[in-house]
């Protein structure tokens, strides 16, 4: 229950909806839970003074802050059912932490926090939001059905908002519920007293609130499981205890986050509520079976998996009550390209879009949340995302969903993120998980309930696991380069040290030998330092490269030699102590490293123009690493090469990762980028210095190459090639082709080469190795370009 907002109107005009026969506002309750309260809970109570029934089927209740901002919106709970002649209607919103009092059992559940002291509350037929944000602007709405006011709210009816409001007390109607369009002349402040359509108070009957208490132990409360998750991402009833709520033991989760997931066989009419919940059990194995019929008692919690993510919805602390066993499990929800929408998910202006409405027909993610703990299946789905360390796969449920060459699921932009996506898992712990690769399939059902996690969002935990189908997938080899070509290579090697397995360095080496060919040079990103994460100064690279020179010398390719410059410690991000940097390999039986001496971690290298042309004043050197944008940061690596008589000049790259930037599936939507900041000033410094190349030869032969974190429709590529100076290879493949890594069950491209105009006669190949395989010696894929130097003379 937040304060009021800061902002203020100077005209205050006033809101005039026609006075109401029927359905009006009764009563406004912000203070629940707050300091002082004796109820748990914010409410707001509706009244029929009519001589019918009133059907709200399709209305919602809003809530504005008393001062909106420009930011401020309309937060919606929709309501269902009708208020009878005479009666009430009781709509639960957000809950506070103090307060000792539930609300009797309510009709329509919200969370919205609504300030103690000022508000409007609006009556609406329809659940849209509403956008008015003045009394006029709202008096002029046709769909405000009854608009209350209180506090300082600016929006109100006549000639000032109802006053009184506060932590422990409410404004309120007559009993006559007398509206005459006058929330000052209608209302007066006093003790809150909710009563919903049964005529339940605070302490009267059974009531929901406290999660049904009175009866049997073997009688479940009144409280069920689609009363707990709500219309909300967010449940009306967190941090409330619940009392016996029934369902069937769907899954048992025995390992990681110990707990099991209950279903309501017997669910609502409202496709936004689930009706199923996570039971936490704590460090404490649970005891109960798949088929159990339990009662459950606990308290309600939104477990967040992270700082960005969406929560889980769950019980905890709870106590059990088995009643029977072996009972049929309720249907599974099919996912199919019929049933899962292909808009993505909703965005919110204020960022959260946990208050926001479910709309389960609309958007993806709504969808998954509207099922969030009940059983979901699929049947024969192509696997987008191999097999990892921790037991995880992705498929998608959607076989045309932008399909790559291979079988995956490409990512092209961000509007597209692909919402067939799903990740699976298993919770047979006494089956070997599959270890599947990008277009394999599995064959027959899957089926489990659908869960929520930091890594990946929604995914099934498997009961029923589908059967492997291999689809035969290969490591792609390229061609070698003829004889007049120059191949230049990028290659990420993940975190390689002097002192990984042999395995580790042979698996690498044959990427290089076998699957690229052995080019003639190799740009290589995180080599770290001769003892890796030993965090004790050591900072050269010898052994970790004789290692691998000597294994791709093993492997069948040739003798490379090598060029890189140390960081300083710990400087250049990454692994603590490992001090990843770029480097160059170069047969020299093919081409020549023109050393320029001088350059080292802090020392920035330039274009001179020399009477024998241009060069680099220091080769290897590194671009301005002085520079904030590479703060924590890898520096660009540049070198002078000669390939038959052409000076070609190579930039090696590996911008900063995309670490702290919000997850497309968690909830602040849209997600912040934050990292892209940091990329961009990369990107705008490696662009500067091509310039700085091309004004001193406009015919100078450049490859700009490496893990630059970004795809290649972000700003961090268009910063990059600004001014045309450089043209990204990745866009001259055919779209489907269009990745060098998997995540998240998503082919996309981090990895780039990109050259200047000067080089016209190229051919280009990602060579997929790794990013679609279980079994993997990187998570990255290697690129390479071959260039015909003979025929760039001719342009």
Known sequence: MGAAGAFAFTALPTASAT?????????????????????????????????????????????????????????????????????????GEGTGSGGTTALPTTDATGSIAMSATSGTIALVSGTTALTCKTAADCAADPSIVDLTGYGTAVVREGSGPATGASNTAAVARADSLADTD????????????????????????????????????????????????????????????????????????STGSL????????????????????????????????????????????????????????????????LSSGNALPDAVTLDATSVPDAYIPTASGGSIESLPLQPTVYAQDFFESLEGMRVTFADARVVGASDAYGELWVTV??????????????????????????????????????????????????????????????????????????????????RQKKD?????????????????????????????????????VALEEIQDDNGATNDGTVTAEGTLKRFTDAVRAAGGPAYKWRYISPTNNADGGEPGGNIRQVFLFNPKRVSFTDHKGGDATTATSVVKTRKG???????????????????????????????????????????????????????????????????????????????????DKNAKAVVLGDLNDYEFSQT????????????LITTLPAAERYTYVYDGNSQTLDHILTSPAVTSFNYDVVHINAEFADQASDHDPQIVRIDLSKCRSH
């Open 398 to 479: 959607k076989p045309n969903e932008n399909a790559t060459a291979r079988g995956g699921t490409l990512y092209s932009s961000y509007d597209q993120p692909n919402t067939g996506r799903i990740e699976v898992m298993s919770l047979d712990t006494t089956s070997t998980f599959p270890a599947a690769n990008v277009g394999d399939e599995l064959s027959g059902p899957t089926t489990g309930p659908l869960d929520y996690s930091t890594y990946g969002g929604y995914n099934v935990q498997a009961t029923q696991l589908g059967t492997l189908v291999d689809k035969g997938l290969k490591q792609e080899v390229t061609r």
């Open 19 to 91: 006075p109401s026969a029927s359905a009006v506002i009764a009563e406004v309750y912000g203070g629940g839970g707050n300091s002082g309260a004796t109820l748990t809970r914010d409410f707001v109570e509706l009244g029929n003074a009519g001589s019918a029934a009133y059907d709200l089927s399709g209305y919602s209740v809003q809530y504005l802050p008393g001062t909106p901002s420009s930011g401020s919106t309309w937060q919606v709970t929709a309501l269902t059912g009708a208020i009878a002649p005479g009666a009430r209607y009781l709509v």
């Open 182 to 253: 006058d929330n000052a002349a209608d209302f007066t402040g006093g003790n809150p007293t909710p009563v919903n359509s049964a005529g339940q108070t605070p302490g009267s009957g059974d009531g929901g609130g406290d999660g049904g208490n009175g009866g049997s132990p073997t009688d479940p409360g009144t409280v069920r499981v689609h009363d707990i998750q709500g219309t909300t991402r967010l449940s009306p009833y967190s941090g409330q205890t619940v009392t016996r709520v029934p369902g069937i033991v769907t899954g048992v989760r």
């Open 259 to 322: 707990g099991y997931w209950i279903q309501d066989p017997t669910p609502d009419t409202d496709p936004r509520t689930s009706e199923a919940v996570f039971v936490y059990t704590g460090s404490t194995k649970p005891t109960v079976a798949v088929g159990d019929s339990v009662l459950v008692t606990g308290k309600v919690s939104e477990y967040y998996p992270s700082s960005t993510s969406q929560s889980n919805t769950e019980i905890t602390g709870p106590t059990t009550t088995v």
């Open 614 to 696: 241009v060069e680099l004043t220091y080769s290897p050197g590194r671009i301005d690493p002085t520079n904030a944008a590479w703060e924590d940061s890898r520096k660009p690596l540049v070198g002078e090469f000669t390939f038959q008589g052409e000076q070609v000049f190579v930039i090696a790259n590996h911008f900063i990762s995309k670490g702290g930037d919000q997850p497309i599936h968690g909830r602040y939507q849209p997600p912040a980028r934050n990292s892209e900041t940091q990329r961009a000033a990369q990107a705008a410094e490696v662009n500067t210095f091509v310039k700085s190349l091309l004004a001193a």
């Open 485 to 521: 070509e120059l191949a230049v290579a990028t290659y990420n090697v993940e975190n390689l040290d002097a002192l990984d397995t042999q395995e580790k360095f042979d698996r690498l080496a044959e990427g290089v030998a076998v699957n690229l060919n052995s080019p003639d040079i």
């Open 717 to 728: 590529v268009t910063t990059l090639t600004a001014d045309k100076v450089l043209k990204p």
